[in-house]
């Protein structure tokens, strides 16, 4: 069955039943519970049903929506399903139970939170918009955001947010940048943001760029951070071949997200 027949049949369901549950789905469609997931994931992501603990219910239209900032507008940004698929692989395959996490307040790294599917986690992050979706995640997780001064991108940056991430110490830290090359590793236009991320990823165990393939090859104004202080590097299948090997030679580990 092609998922768009799926997505038909489980909005069909949800119109007439108000709710359904992964199990039954699972059993009544004939996949696995992995694959009713991920539709679930698809069409939360559209807007067309919320998600609950082993399912999902109808979107209400009286459900409050996230604060507004351009930047997070799909119809803004013509590489939204790209930094989705981004955000669903570093869910599905770079995060595990009981992680501590650093999210920062890029659209891509906060692509990460809709498919995050995990317990125990202790998530930072310097973003608005992150922090309320991430509060679908509660009580089951924590969510700590850092304050400071806020940007029309919906980010916190500045002293405050420095010191907030300074002193505290994660597992993994999910990273953006406006470019990388080879020669010049990951760069960002705002040297202020580029000081923040220097606090985030100063006591990360793990340091992981997500960055979508239209950024491969693009040098901005401040250096983020060189290639060797980088432990994976996530883009998307877009990402041209010739660039993806010149950094994979340069010792960096290159994920593709289909």
């Known amino acids: 069955m092609l998922k768009e027949q799926r997505h038909q049949i489980l909005l069909a369901q949800l119109q007439k039943e108000r709710m359904l549950t992964i199990a039954q789905a699972s059993l009544e469609l004939n996949v696995s519970y992995m694959t009713i997931w991920r539709d679930l994931v698809e069409l939360e992501n559209r807007g067309l049903l919320r998600r609950v603990r082993g399912g999902a219910v109808f979107a209400s239209p009286e459900a409050p929506k996230a604060p507004y900032f351009p930047n997070f507008d799909p119809r803004n940004d013509p590489n939204y399903e790209r930094k989705q698929a981004i955000g669903r692989y570093a869910a599905n395959h770079l995060i ?61 940056i500045g002293p405050q947010a420095e010191a907030f991430f300074a002193h505290l110490r994660v597992k993994k830290a999910f990273l953006g940048a ?26 990360a165990e793990q340091v992981i760029m997500l960055v979508d393939s239209s950024k491969l090859g693009v040098r901005s104004l401040v250096q983020v951070m060189p290639l060797n202080e980088v432990h994976v590097l996530v883009t998307d299948a877009a990402a041209d071949p010739v660039i ?7 010792g960096l580990d290159v994920r593709l997200a289909e």
Do not use: W
């Open 96 to 156: 595990e139970d009981g992680d501590s996490l650093i999210l920062e307040a890029g659209t891509t790294a906060t692509a990460i939170v809709p498919a995050l599917h995990h317990s125990n986690l202790t998530l930072l992050t310097n973003g608005l918009v992150t922090t309320y979706l991430a509060s679908r995640l509660l009580p089951e997780n924590s969510v700590l955001c850092s304050g400071g001064i806020l940007i029309n991108t919906g980010a916190f």
């Open 244 to 250: 993806v090997d010149e950094l994979r030679r340069c």
């Open 178 to 203: 406006a470019g990388v090359t080879p020669q010049d590793g990951f760069t960002d236009p705002i040297p202020l943001y580029s000081n923040l991320k220097h606090a985030m990823k100063a006591n």
